[in-house]
């Protein structure tokens, strides 16, 4: 019942800059956290950003400082600004949306979904 729909993944050279979108369609009656992981080859799935309704921002600490989250409500649509990237941010990048109420009777509780993931690649 909800979609997760990343863009934003391409090629750039180290030092360069990204910006990948997110929305989430749907079912959909609120979503408390928004966020993107990622996943290199041979490596485990981590945490890169997270938006909670609230405003509280999270980041890995490889990320903070370079990387920048925002979120649209009102659009169910998450950000993720990419600056002054290197070589080891390549990986799959994963749109994630935590604990998202559907809007639809008798469906209570609280789901967690993910996009289908895009590519960052970070090479000269």
């Known amino acids: 019942q909800v979609q997760l729909v990343e863009s934003g993944g391409a090629l750039v050279q180290p030092g360069g800059s990204l910006r990948l979108s997110c929305t989430a369609s749907?079912?959909?009656?609120?979503?408390?956290?928004m966020g993107w992981y990622r996943q290199a080859p041979g490596k485990q799935r981590e945490l890169v950003a997270t938006?909670?309704?609230?405003?509280?921002?999270d980041y890995a600490d490889s990320v903070r400082g370079r990387f920048t989250i925002s979120r649209d409500n009102a659009k169910n649509t998450v950000y993720l600004q990419m600056n002054s990237l290197k070589p080891e941010d390549t990986a799959v990048y994963y749109c994630?949306?935590?604990?998202?109420?559907?809007?639809?009777?008798?469906?209570?509780?609280?789901?967690?979904?993910w996009g289908q993931g895009t590519q960052v690649t970070v090479s000269s």
């Open positions: 938006f909670a309704s609230a405003g509280i921002t």
């Open positions: 749907g079912s959909i009656f609120s979503i408390y956290s």
């Open positions: 994630n949306a935590h604990n998202v109420r559907l809007g639809v009777p008798g469906r209570g509780g609280l789901y967690d979904f």
